[in-house]
């Protein structure tokens, strides 16, 4: 079983992902923590308690992070997720009476992974906590096995801006720093995500035991916006995916690119820029990530509903 930390913003796939981590045998949590995007912090902190006390699991614990970006101005998608950042749903989820711990997000990371405790960090968030972490002790977070991130677009539009996906987009000076750490990472761009997709007859599927009620509360509206924004058949299962990498490599197949996040661009700023020239004359690419480029979406989307079907 890989012990992991999951950096989130919840959110509801990030509520999603968490499920599926609490459904599986492969991997466990050694904590959460929390970090501004999908809503702010003080939303996302009380999403990830909610959630993981609505499945009895007060033994984790919860660490808040970072409220704002490390330069730019704050980048909230309530739109996407509700008011709440899960739906709107406080009948069903109710809110914990746990608090967060003291220890900064950052600093708690970097006490799990000194510990020896934690080898692998999933984020499915504003890179913004990873980024401290990495600035306040780079040679603990160099000694992590890897570093899971959704974010990014590929050979994909983005979500937020023609070329930039929400995550990288929140914080791109945090995302680009990241990416130039020497620590093993994966990237799991929009490219995947959507091709994996949740339906309301994949929900409809699903039985009403305590995960499928939750599952079945939180994604009415998420899917609905996917559905009319997107004109897809559902919604994506983006924060999932990266749990399902580590729960199943094989769900994903990789391939190895120098990868950075625009700055500056005035059109472009949150991008993901890949260099695919590698190979081409004179063109000497530094590969620093993995970045998944396809996945087995039927299989992972049969093994998403199973896990959700059991508890
Ligand atoms: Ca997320």
């Known amino acids: 079983m890989k012990n992991v930390i999951l950096d989130c913003d919840p959110g509801v796939d990030d509520a999603l992902a968490i499920l599926l981590a609490l459904n599986s045998d492969n991997v466990g949590i050694e904590g959460i923590t929390t970090v501004h995007g999908n809503t702010t912090l003080d939303q996302t902190t ?58 900064p997000a950052h600093q708690y990371i970097i006490d799990r992974v000194s510990s020896g405790a934690v080898k692998t960090i999933v984020a499915t968030g504003a890179l913004t906590n990873i980024a401290l972490a990495f600035d306040n002790n780079p040679e603990v977070m160099n000694t992590l096995d890897e570093l899971v991130i959704m974010g990014g677009a590929f050979r994909h539009p983005g979500n937020v801006s023609p070329v930039a996906e929400a ?14 750490q020497d620590v093993k990472k994966i990237i799991i761009p929009l490219d995947v995500t959507h091709q994996v997709i949740l339906t309301p007859e994949l929900v409809k599927s699903i039985p009403d035991n305590r995960s499928g009620i939750f599952v079945k509360s939180i994604v009415k509206r998420y899917q609905n916006f996917y559905m009319n ?15 399902g ?8 197949a990789l391939e190895q690119f120098q990868a950075n996040v ?32 396809a996945v087995k979406a039927k299989e992972f989307m049969d093994y ?8």
Not at 247 to 252: A, E, G, R, T, V
């Open 167 to 180: 995550n990288f987009y929140a914080d791109p000076e945090a995302a680009d720093y990241v990416l130039a």
């Open 304 to 311: 998403f509903i199973s896990s959700v079907s059991k508890a």
């Open 245 to 252: 990498y580590v729960i199943n490599p094989d769900f994903l």
């Open 46 to 103: 009380k999403n990830a308690l909610r959630v993981l006390d609505y499945f009895g699991r007060l033994d984790i614990p919860v660490a808040a992070g970072a409220s704002n970006p490390l330069l730019c101005e704050v980048h909230n998608a309530e739109n996407v997720h509700g008011k709440d950042g899960l739906g709107d749903v406080s009948n069903i989820v109710p809110y914990s009476t746990r608090r967060e711990i003291e220890t």
């Open 229 to 243: 924004v997107w004109a897809l058949k559902g919604n994506p299962l983006h924060d999932p995916s990266a749990i």
């Open 262 to 293: 625009e700055t500056l661009g005035k059109h472009t700023r949150g991008m993901m820029i890949v260099e695919q020239r590698a190979g081409l004359a004179g063109i000497n690419a530094k590969p620093n990530a993995y970045i998944a480029t």
